[in-house]
């Protein structure tokens, strides 16, 4: 029945709108999917009238023609989606129609590549093209419909600034990038290359080498043009990545920077055929099995010197049976050989193709590892592998792409805890080439000192399945490891080269005895490793061989480790640009002149900073509370609390800023949480006065974190300081009533406790609950005391009672350390009350009880009691009641501990 007043009529009336919004925003939903097929089936029509026009009427190459009438039903696609299926959502124009033309971009390259493949199958051209639209229109229509003309909110100042720094340092990279890809390809030494003949294969590189583009002819100009591109490619590399640094990454950051990384990518795809000529010796070996039916390792290209690719190889590798390359790459070499045909700029098409797939899979690889280990830099692990130069040039163009890809899809498995998946991954990519073995070296002498023999048996015995299966399909299987492995040899023998391989074999040692199982242990060591192997191993010139090393540092989020592998990254770049497009050695007047340059400008940039100091004004001080003497501090240790932090530290300072109207300080104690929970903190001080972070390097437990924010605490003047769990477990309004049990009551020690009247636990099973009374009841029996909740971890302690109580001596570091600390402050004569607190279950995130701390519980418990010394019978927790005392504050007896 309706109430007098109307309210249940307007609930009705309120119930049958809201139901009335969401039958309409679905039927708005299916009217802008079916629009949206409309304008589909009318690109797909425009695509294939202008493709059959374009072959059958002008006789246009097959491959433009499709890239043609593709664009052409692009643009038709983008003015019709834009006006009619989502006319009401009115964005910006070049946003929308950025996000469109990314879409299209990665829509064409899947569509030329199905084209190709329906061709290669037999397919007529036409049946061919129609196919590969019926596959890619879905894929186009749901990135489109998600992304491109997605509603979004207007972005921030901060946003919009980043984005626009960003998109400057993305155009410039991209300039330069055309600069290597078409301008300096086509130097006196590039053309002089036997794949020059296939410049007038293609029309887009046929109008390149007719424009007039100011190619640099002579070796000062050409030496200029290296160190010139090189040194602005890596600045403007450094200034993305100094602007991405622990920037939050959102979808439309993480769009702009993979986005970007997808276009340097796209513009190697498309470079000149003199570029990279590895490419036709790969081509030249697949098809000696793909065409000719021999075995890659037994037969060497030279022996079908009439091959169509075998023209245009440079003749340094194709005598060696195999091309130096592993098993891994030799089966996908073969199996790109057998899909692109005997055409050889489709093949080279392909191949680029098929790797940029492998760098741009790399791009996700990074995104999701960061994501578990450092949430925070995601967007700055995109920008330091994707915008690097090195990976730009190389990841299209380099069989390292495919091993970087594997590599980075085995350590995800064991991140995510999939060790065998991880094995076989880490061994994949070995065998492309044996670049990750000293990654693999590293995780197994971690095993072996953490005596994990089982695990570290059964990657063996995953290791040699995977390499017999990879290399059973090739003649005299067994010898050709031993064949691989001696390819480590080719660096040379000399006493220089083996000093550098015992010290690279040392730090190998050294950071594989430092493992201890946890993922970012294990990324950063391998990071290390990546940037030692960089700096010692490879040649100056081969700088593809790192691009292992820079997927490595860009998932460990080091700073210094990113800045040392740019720092080699440069040296290595120019140098193998230069004997690329160069010949002969580097002029000695050119790298004086650029010398002298590089030192005025780091001088005037030194002189600049430090006249911008002298003149700048001191810095303001913000007043902390912590100078007023005797405030409240709220410790909270966190490890992996990134999901509860803000919630807890919010009801805490709701609840402190009534019981302390003096001020207060919350102290977030970070054990470098892997989750991100630290910068979360380091966000929250920045925002609020009264928080502060304390980071520590290395996970030692509850007691040692408690330790040293207590440490802290008393330094900075603390008069009362708060225990309290990070993972909402315990209700922040409760700080309230324990601070006023010490502070107007007359308590030393105020427990939240669970086991007193009004107390209890919530969310908790039958068993958990007997568990915990059953460890309360232990420590009371053993150490005689009548605390009813030795166990629990939220309470309110005197400045006083932390002083006289020797924390550097407490030896607890789990759960115990609660325990310990109660005794500690009863046997040293204080007053302990017990407040009835309910305690509530995590909602989010997964607890730090292990048995190793239910262990530790145990034995540590009794060795406290035997430990103790003093007279307890000097001890004394009298807790008198007191008029209008909070109800729930418990009398504990004078006899509490009994002698030892």
Known sequence: MASADGSGQRKMHLGIGARWGRALRRRRNWMDLGRYCVVGALGYVVNLAVYVALVHGLGVYYVLAAAGSFSVAVVNNYVWNRRWTFGRRRARLVRQGTRFLLVSVVALGANLILLRTAVASGLPKVVAQAVAIALVTPVSFVGNRVWSFAAEKPPDAVSRRLAWVLSGCATTLGAMVAVWCFVLSQTPARLAKPSAALIHRLDLWSAVTNADLPVPTTRPGIAAAVLLTTALAFAVYAAALRACWRREATPRRLALVAGGALVFFALTVVALPTLNTDIYEYMATGRVAAVHGADPYAVAADAFPGDPAYAYTDRRYTSIPGDNKLGVWTLLDVGLAKVTGRQVVDGLVAYRVALALCGALSLLLIVLLLRRLYPRAQLAGVVAYGWNPIVIMGAPTKVDSVMVALVLAGALALVAGHRRVGAVGMVLSALVKLVTLPLVAVRWVGLLRRHRWAELALEAALVAVTVAVVYAP?????????????????????????????????????????????????????????????????????????????????????????????????????????????????????????????????????????????????????????????????????????????????????????????????????????????????????????????????????????????????????????EMDADGSHDPADLVRLLSAVRDEGADVALGSRYVAGGGVSDWGRIRRGISRGGSWYARQVLGLPVRDLTGGFKCLRREVLERIDLPSVRARGYAFQVELTYRAVREGFAVAEVPIVFRDRRLGRSKMSVTIALEALWLIPAIRMSSTDDAATAHTAFEDRPGAEPGLIPLGSPSVPPP
Do not use: K
């Open 474 to 722: 090739f003649a005299g299987a067994p010898g050709l490891m031993g064949r691989e492995l001696r390819l480590l040899q080719t660096g040379g023998s000399s006493p220089p080269r083996a000093v550098v391989a015992l010290i690279f074999a040392l730090v190998m040692l050294a950071v594989g005895l430092r493992q201890d199982g946890t993922p970012r242990r294990m990324v950063r060591g391998w990071a290390v490793v990546s940037v030692a192997f960089a700096a010692l191993l490879p040649d100056l010139g081969f700088s593809w061989y790192l691009l292992v090393p820079i997927a490595m540092t860009a998932l460990a989020a080091s700073a210094p480790l990113v800045a040392a592998m740019t720092a080699i990254g440069v040296l290595s770049f120019s140098s193998d640009l230069w004997s690329t497009v160069g010949h002969g050695p580097f002029p000695r007047d050119v790298l004086t002149i650029a010398a002298a340059g590089v030192a005025i400008t780091l001088a005037a940039v030194l002189a600049g900073r430090a006249l911008h100091r002298r003149r700048a004004p001191a810095p303001v001080a913000r007043a902390r509370p912590s100078q007023a003497w005797g405030v409240p501090w709220l410790v909270l240790p966190t490890y992996d609390e990134a999901d509860n932090l803000e919630t807890v530290i919010e009801g805490a300072r709701a609840a402190l800023s009534c019981a302390a109207p003096e001020g207060f300080v919350i102290l977030v104690v970070d054990d470098d949480s892997p989750d991100g929970t630290g910068w979360i903190a380091d966000r929250l001080a920045a925002e609020h006065a009264e928080v502060r972070v304390l980071h520590r390097t290395v996970r030692e437990g509850l007691g040692p974190a408690y330790l040293a924010g207590f440490a802290q605490a008393l330094d900075e003047g603390a008069g009362f300081v708060f």
